[in-house]
């Protein structure tokens, strides 16, 4: 990874901002405990816990082929959709295992949700039935007379309201591509989820979109946790709270190096590799 790439220009975003009083938060506290994961025969991670804290940006970082995007899909049961996948260990949501054989699937994906790399809106539905297919997907029921009200409330949450309160019936695919993975994070948002993962959401994206996903992000974290995976440095430094640094040796299955707050992780990591990862030296 390189140190100047083409979003390196965005100027630092403002730091995270206060929850607002009231009640107890709902946030949720997500814990990966001693997860080892295999497609067939061939170990793809080997023992890896972490804990993403409730209210925060959890950024997992790392060179290609280290597993940050297997784990991911751990964390809400993806993993267990390829034919040839297993799967040790536990994920704790505020305590619970969503592995738990009592735990069902739609449960788990209902609590948290999934952003992927390339958006992927419904083309042929219009902005509003993208934003209201979560609720389908997931089996989710609104009372009619509240869909609209949920519509606007996801896409102000996902920072595209403005842009197109005036074109909810126009298809979705018709967006550009920063748009696109808005419109995507508020069908994700419209089913309430407790956490919100994000495989690489901005790598198909140009600065401008990029920039304004991340504050996106920084928003959302006051009422959502958020786990981000990113190859872009410069990005998890602006966004996250803490970092994972995954790693594979050749032939090995990944493992955490390293993870702590974030400002520790680039400034003052505690392993070596940490350091000269985060610092373009290799990946």
Not at 60 to 73: A, D, H, M, Q
Not at 98 to 106: E, H, K, M, T, V
Not at 141 to 147: G, I, N, S
Request: aromatic residues 4%.
């Amino acid at each position: 990874m390189s140190l100047t790439d083409e979003t390196a220009v965005l100027p630092p975003l403002p730091p995270l901002p206060p929850l607002p009083p009231g009640p107890a938060s709902p946030l949720a506290t997500l814990e990966a405990r001693d997860l080892t994961a295999w497609f067939g025969d061939r170990k793809v991670l080997d023992r890896v816990s972490l804990t993403m804290p409730a209210g925060g940006i959890t950024a997992l970082i790392g060179p290609s082929g280290c597993g940050k995007s297997t784990f991911l899909r751990i964390l809400n049961r993806m993993h267990e959709l390829v034919p040839s996948a297993a799967l040790a260990g536990e994920v704790l949501l505020d305590g619970e295992d969503i592995y738990d054989p009592s735990r069902r699937l739609i449960d788990a994906r209902r609590a948290i949700g999934m952003v992927f790399q390339k958006p992927n809106p419904f083309p042929a539905m219009s902005i509003r039935e993208n934003v209201l297919a979560g609720l389908r997907l997931t089996g989710t029921r609104v009372p009619r007379a509240a869909k609209e009200e949920l519509v606007e409330s996801c896409l102000t949450k996902a920072g595209l309201w403005a842009e197109v309160r005036d074109r909810l019936d126009a298809p979705g695919g018709g967006l550009s591509g920063g748009q696109q993975q808005r419109l995507c994070i508020a069908r994700s948002l419209a089913v309430r989820p407790r956490v919100l993962l994000m495989d690489e959401p901005c790598s198909a994206l140009d600065p401008t979109s990029t920039r304004v996903i991340e504050e996106t992000m920084l928003d959302l974290a006051r009422e959502v946790t958020i786990v981000i995976v990113t190859h872009n440095m410069q990005q998890a430094a602006r966004v996250s709270t803490q970092c994972a640094f995954f790693l594979a040796a050749q032939g090995t299955p990944g493992v955490i190096v390293e993870h702590g707050e974030t400002t520790a992780m680039f400034g003052s990591p505690r392993d070596q590799r940490t350091h000269d990862y985060v610092n373009g030296r290799f990946g």
